[in-house]
């Protein structure tokens, strides 16, 4: 979000959460003055998560007269940490209208002031990053690996899958429910690395940078150990079937990417928890499924 501009003191500006009566003038809001990639009803649609649990907002925004003039998306989830439940909210895309700037703090405000939760926070953007750590955020280490996505000869004896009847005939226990619950996200795309009787579940999303979309960002791998061994295979298939040159994948999701690839910067990402570590944040129940821009 900008810095902020100076408001005229004499509007009245409602803040209150984003409700399922608000989504289509929202979603209007974020294709006029956030992404036109998205049309307002993929904004609309992003705004629900397709996973089950308990939803007390979609974020906050700010009214000016009936209009909207601002918003902050929030993503919520219950997930299962050592045995623990856990409750996370994911804040997501912020915005606020120019003439508005000044007033954007009471969205985050807002969405801090609910208890009970971890937050996290996978696309700040410049200015918003120092915010943060004010806060209490704490970054989160996204070195990453940039590899080509080649067509490697499929000597391997296993396989990519994708079709959903066989992801659900393949995987079992958390990776399944992990699969149920994103397989309706718009961001998510869904595949499994099988190799004999073991199974590596991988979710990636297409991603831009320099504003080309030539890139897939690993979100999840179930098992790293296996992607280090056969994930060629799964290069290969985002070149061949999906046309995606590169991949991009963090260490701390991917330690090992197979064949070639070079150490880049990745984009911030935060939380803040008093509880979890580094290591039990990861990016699904997020925007990063849902949001496809």
């Known amino acids: 979000m900008p810095a902020p501009s100076v ?25 006029a003055h956030l992404n036109a990639r998205l049309s307002a009803a993929a904004w609309a649609r992003a705004m629900t998560p397709p996973w089950a649990g308990d939803q007390p907002n979609h974020g906050f925004l700010l009214r000016d007269g009936g209009r909207v003039v601002g918003a902050y998306l929030a993503f919520y989830s219950e ?34 002031r609910q208890k009970g939760y971890h ?3 996978f696309s700040p953007s410049g200015n918003v990053v120092p915010l943060n750590a004010r806060l209490g ?11 080509p996505n080649l067509p490697w000869p499929a000597w391997s004896r296993a396989r990519v899958v994708t079709d959903p009847r066989e992801i659900e005939r393949v995987l079992t226990g958390r990776e399944l429910a992990i699969y149920r619950d994103h397989a309706r996200a718009a961001a998510a ?7 004999g009787a073991r199974t590596c579940y991988v979710v990636v999303r297409r991603d831009r940078r320099k504003r080309l979309p030539l890139f897939a960002s690993v979100l999840h791998v179930s098992d790293p150990e296996l992607f280090a061994r056969h994930g060629r295979l799964v290069l290969r298939h985002l070149l ?33 928890s008093p509880t979890l570590r580094a290591d039990q944040i990861d990016y699904l129940y997020s925007e990063l499924t849902c949001v496809a821009w």
């Open 79 to 112: 997930r299962g940490i050592d045995g623990r439940p856990e409750r996370f909210c994911n804040l997501a895309a912020w915005c606020v209208e120019e003439g508005y700037r000044s007033q954007g703090l009471r969205l985050l405000r807002a969405a801090l």
């Open 189 to 195: 795309r869904h595949l499994v690395l099988v190799a």
């Open 240 to 272: 061949l079937r999906h046309g995606v040159p590169f991949t991009l994948a963090e260490r701390r999701v991917v330690p090992r990417v197979p064949g070639p690839s070079v150490t880049v910067a990745g984009r911030p990402k935060m939380f803040r």
């Open 119 to 121: 937050l996290t926070d």
């Open 137 to 147: 955020f704490t970054a989160l280490d996204t070195t990453t690996a940039l590899a």
């Open 7 to 31: 408001l005229s003191a004499d509007r009245q500006v409602e803040l209150s959460p984003i409700t399922a009566a608000d989504t289509a003038a929202v979603g209007r809001f974020l294709h």
